[in-house]
């Protein structure tokens, strides 16, 4: 238990850019809205591998560009659902807000983008669904 454990009971351990706003209300934390970096590391999994109890957030993040010329956006564990919808939502699907809940409103724009590329409609975003997707906009970058 460290010293901030001990003297703030209830603690969870995060980063400075894991608390930025999600300024153009997309439901991801992009890099340009980042308040402040977290330098050196990422705190939520050193925490962990400390014993810490963590915010629940996650950092393991990978830039994804949707279309050449455009900022990319940053795909997480916490925020893939979010990031689906933002891209049902691009191909004019209507969900609601973007808010990484899948739910029935996600699951109609789902089954109708399945119809529409002549999928199986099922309403849930499977791989093959998924892959669909984000072939619409995803550009392949050269590593």
């Given at each position: 238990?460290?010293f901030?454990d001990?003297?703030?009971?209830?603690?969870?351990?995060?980063?400075?850019?894991?608390?930025?706003?999600?300024?153009?209300?997309n439901?991801?934390?992009?890099?340009?809205?980042?308040l402040?970096?977290?330098?050196?590391?990422?705190?939520?999994?050193?925490a962990?591998?400390?014993?810490?109890?963590?915010?629940?957030?996650?950092?393991?993040?990978?830039?994804?560009?949707l279309e050449?010329?455009t900022a990319?956006v940053?795909?997480?564990?916490?925020t893939?659902?979010?990031?689906?919808?933002?891209?049902?939502?691009?191909?004019?699907f209507?969900?609601?807000?973007?808010?990484g809940?899948?739910?029935?409103?996600?699951?109609?724009?789902?089954?109708?983008?399945?119809?529409?590329?002549?999928?199986?409609q099922?309403?849930t975003?499977?791989?093959t669904?998924?892959?669909?997707?984000?072939g619409l906009?995803?550009?392949?970058?050269?590593?």
């Open positions: 238990m460290s901030f001990k003297r703030y009971p209830g603690i969870r351990w995060c980063g400075h850019r894991d608390l930025s706003p999600d300024r153009n209300g439901g991801i934390i992009e890099p340009f809205e980042h402040k970096a977290c330098p050196v590391f990422d705190v939520i999994p050193w962990e591998s400390k014993g810490f109890a963590v915010a629940d957030i996650r950092g393991t993040w990978k830039p994804v560009v050449a010329g990319p940053l795909e997480g564990p916490d893939r659902d979010a990031y689906l919808q933002r891209l049902l939502t691009r191909a004019g209507v969900l609601g807000p973007i808010d809940i899948i739910g029935e409103k996600t699951k109609a724009a789902t089954r109708a983008f399945q119809s529409s590329v002549g999928l199986k099922t309403g975003l499977d791989a669904t998924v892959a669909r997707l984000r906009f995803e550009v392949n970058q050269a590593a």
